[in-house]
């Protein structure tokens, strides 16, 4: 699959697919020397970011083809379950039963995300967990918008707005970024439909993910700063704080998506950091927000940056355990070990990876620069790990193949 080639091997399967160019000449239009990019495709070279970022540009992809943590486009996604595919298409017959109570659906919610949340096998949980839970709510909406009962109507839109945002996360961390970018939606329309301001700037903060995801920082800064403006005139409490702070996250990683470091830094540092730090540790509507989660961005950007040694040095301020996710601890354990691969220090590379293995076995095995990085290690182990490292890729599925 190509979602396991190294990022080299990517490279050249973009140049003989979008033209079939030599690589002579799209060195030269990438101001790099053909001898240099021949080494990038047969993995003996890594390219920087601007290099790549000049490779994807001339290649016609987005640069999170040939590195980030999606599949090529061309390349079959994987899959939701069946039966969830099936309400989100509105292709199951309407159900003749009294919906749920509000109340009774809520507390399913929270449990999904939680799950979602705090499962070391989050993926194979929650899939059990949403088909049912995604076709009661529905059926509970559409109930609710022709009944007369207000206070329902509007606990029951609340509930599902949050439910889409769960949708949002589960989709685009499976690949499905075209269902993730439906579900946000959705998730905004309920919580308009709700009049629930709070719910309303969680929704813009999700479609910023998927923008994001979409290789769009410019659409995610743009639908985060008009939520935090709109946020701007709600009375301040630690929910509108802590929502502002999680939408200047999504403005700075955007910002860093265009190689804006220093703007990137600023907007952590005096914008975030100060909502963080006064609202202390916390999971308002899901977004984790909070001093940890702000160094974990800090460290984020050094990393995009190429600033390895700084990332590391962020790295050490931060304490993962306050984390309340998964998905962050992971987020977290991954940048590290990827600091330590800029530098080549394997066997840091090597212990950070099996940590990530033991916290989040799933997480592992569907992120595509975590392979990279096994399968890149592979290439390189010295004889006193070696062993490990093939173990690792074997548990992986990782196969072999040649440098050249």
Same mark, same amino acid.
């Given at each position: ?35 240099? *990019? @021949?080494?990038? &495709?047969?993995?003996? +070279? %890594? ?9 994807? /540009? !001339? ?74 839970? *995604? @076709?009661?709510? &529905?059926?509970?909406? +559409? %109930? ?9 109507? /509007? !606990? ?16 685009r961390r499976i690949g499905r970024v075209d269902l993730s970018l439906l579900v946000a939606d959705r998730a905004l329309r309920a919580a308009e439909d709700a009049d629930d301001p709070l ?31 709109? *946020? ?7 929910? %509108? ?6 939408l200047e996250l999504v403005r700075s990683t955007a910002e860093a998506r265009r190689r804006d470091w220093w703007a990137a830094r600023d907007r952590i540092e005096n914008h975030a950091g ?131």
């Open positions: 699959m190509a979602s396991e080639l190294r990022v080299g091997e990517r490279i050249r399967y973009w140049r003989r697919r979008n033209g079939n160019r030599s690589q002579a000449a799209v060195a030269g239009l990438c101001g790099i020397t053909e001898d240099y *990019l @021949s080494q990038i &495709e047969r993995g003996r +070279r %890594t390219p920087t970011l601007e290099v790549l970022v000049a490779l994807a /540009r !001339e290649l016609g992809v987005p640069t999170a083809t040939l590195l980030d943590d999606q599949l090529p486009p061309e390349q079959p996604a994987r899959c939701l379950p069946s039966d969830v595919t099936r309400v989100l298409m509105g292709c199951t017959p309407p159900s003749a039963s009294a919906p749920e109570p509000p109340e009774s659906l809520r507390e399913r919610v929270e449990e999904a995300w939680r799950t979602w949340q705090t499962s070391q096998q989050r993926y194979t949980d929650t899939s059990s967990l949403l088909p049912g839970l *995604l @076709s009661d709510v &529905e059926h509970a909406v +559409r %109930t609710c918008r022709s009944g007369t009962d207000a206070r329902a109507r /509007r !606990e029951t839109l609340r509930v599902a707005a949050d439910l889409y945002g769960l949708l949002r996360s589960y989709c719910r309303i700037a969680a929704a813009q903060w999700n479609l910023g993910h998927v923008l994001l995801a979409q290789d769009d920082p410019d659409g995610a800064e743009h639908i985060a700063a008009l939520a935090a403006e709109k *946020l701007a005139g709600a009375p301040s409490n630690s929910e %509108t704080d802590a929502l502002t702070g999680a100060p909502k963080a730090r006064r609202v202390g540790e916390g999971n308002v509507h899901w977004t984790v927000f909070g001093p940890t989660n702000v160094l974990l961005h800090a460290l984020s950007i050094e990393m995009l940056a190429g600033e390895a040694s700084e990332g590391l040095r962020r790295a050490n301020r931060i304490d993962i355990t306050q984390a309340p996710s998964v998905e962050r601890q992971f987020t977290f354990l991954l940048d590290v070990a990827r600091c330590y691969d800029l530098r080549r220090e394997d066997a840091a590379v090597l212990v950070h990876l099996l940590d990530l293995e033991q916290i989040a076995p799933e997480d592992l095995a569907r992120s595509t620069l975590a392979r990279q990085m096994v399968g890149d290690l592979r290439r390189r182990a010295r004889p006193t790990y070696r062993r490990q490292v093939e173990d690792l890729a074997d548990r992986l599925g990782i196969d072999r193949r040649p440098v050249s």
